[in-house]
């Protein structure tokens, strides 16, 4: 996380804020999420999936040393965005530069060198082998949330390559330009929240964050009130029966959706990402019930 979150000694005592957002470091930032992941599988009878999807977040760390440097969006195009409301890095207009392509190439290759199942395998191999324009559409296809059922596992491996360039690119703007953009909107690159956080930390106590599934953006959003519409009228929590209370479905009888509420404040090891995906059996359980899922996880397709 952004050094936003250290407090000030010099003003012991005085009323603290919580910043509007905390932008990723994606130097440790898959790191502490393969860690989790596999403390998940240590307990899940979905072990093998955990630690599949822990390699690959593995992979996400292992390439980011040596990627090339990305381009940020131009100052004036940035302020723009922030005078018309808008996040500042463009999901419409973003393009399979070489910086991109660089970065999925850099993943493909450190994916392959996973232990995976046949199914998984042959999708890698269809990926790497996939030319420009077809990886081009696949960009487009997971940036709009727009994917084809029977390409699933390989879109899995692009939008893991997406969440690294793009937390590249988040970590290069400035939190305190960010603006809210809208419910359920990330502020800096406008992706959806994969579940929200209730945090404990020296500048935020009990404060709620969203977290974007792409760049893995925090920003502040008010407790009780819909992820997914922004409605306070009818929110209700969900868990499983005997869970540890740190993981609950907020669901939102206005737009009939669901999106998780992790309570950091009670386990300082959970993230978002995940904790989303080691929960699964909690949305197997909403499955049996009247909401959807609003949030979007690339480890989660068909669920």
């Given at each position: 996380?952004s050094?936003?979150?250290?407090p000030?000694?010099s003003?012991?005592?005085a009323?603290s ?12 930032l898959?790191a502490g999420?393969a ?7 240590a ?12 390699g ?7 390439i ?7 381009v940020m969006?131009a100052?004036e195009?940035v302020e ?6 808008m996040?500042?890095?463009d999901?419409?207009?973003?393009t399979l530069?070489d910086?991109l392509?660089?970065?999925l190439?850099?993943l493909?290759d450190?994916?392959?060198?996973l232990?995976?199942?046949p ?6 191999t269809r990926?790497r082998?996939a030319?420009?324009?077809l990886?081009?559409q696949?960009?487009?296809?997971v ?28 970590h ?13 909107v ?5 992706g959806?929240p994969?579940?929200?956080?209730v945090?404990?930390?020296?500048n935020?106590?009990?404060n ?13 959003y008010?407790?009780i009130?819909c ?10 929590y ?6 540890p ?13 669901y999106?998780?509420?992790?309570y ?18 909690l949305?197997?359980m ?5 909401y959807?899922r609003a949030a979007?996880?690339?480890?989660l397709?068909?669920?």
């Amino acid at each position: 996380m952004s050094a936003d979150l250290q407090p000030d000694p010099s003003v012991i005592g005085a009323v603290s804020t919580p910043p509007f957002a905390v932008l990723p470091d994606p130097s440790t930032l898959f790191a502490g999420r393969a860690n989790r992941l596999r403390a998940y599988a240590a307990v899940s009878p979905m072990a093998p999936f955990l630690n599949f999807v822990a390699g690959i977040v593995d992979a996400q760390h292992a390439i980011v040393p040596a990627l090339a440097p990305v381009v940020m969006p131009a100052p004036e195009a940035v302020e723009r965005a922030r005078s018309f409301e808008m996040p500042p890095l463009d999901r419409a207009g973003m393009t399979l530069d070489d910086t991109l392509e660089g970065t999925l190439e850099a993943l493909f290759d450190a994916a392959a060198k996973l232990r995976m199942p046949p199914e998984a395998e042959a999708a890698l191999t269809r990926v790497r082998l996939a030319d420009g324009p077809l990886r081009a559409q696949m960009v487009r296809d997971v940036l709009a949330h727009d994917l084809p059922m029977e390409t699933l596992a390989e879109h899995v491996y692009v939008a893991a390559g997406l969440q690294v360039h793009f937390a590249r690119l988040a970590h290069g703007l400035d939190a305190k330009a960010l603006v809210p953009v809208g419910d359920g909107v990330c502020p800096a690159c406008g992706g959806p929240p994969v579940a929200s956080l209730v945090v404990e930390w020296p500048n935020a106590h009990g404060n709620r964050f969203c977290a974007c599934s792409l760049c893995s953006t925090l920003w502040n959003y008010v407790r009780i009130r819909c992820c997914s519409c922004g409605s306070t009228k009818g929110i209700g929590y969900q868990e499983i029966e005997g869970s540890p209370g740190t993981v609950k479905a907020e669901t939102c009888d206005e737009c009939r959706t669901y999106v998780k509420v992790l309570y950091q404040n009670k386990d300082v090891a959970i993230e978002p990402m995940a904790d989303d995906t080691g929960s699964l059996g909690l949305d197997l359980m909403m499955r049996q019930g009247p909401y959807r899922r609003a949030a979007f996880n690339p480890f989660l397709l068909g669920y």
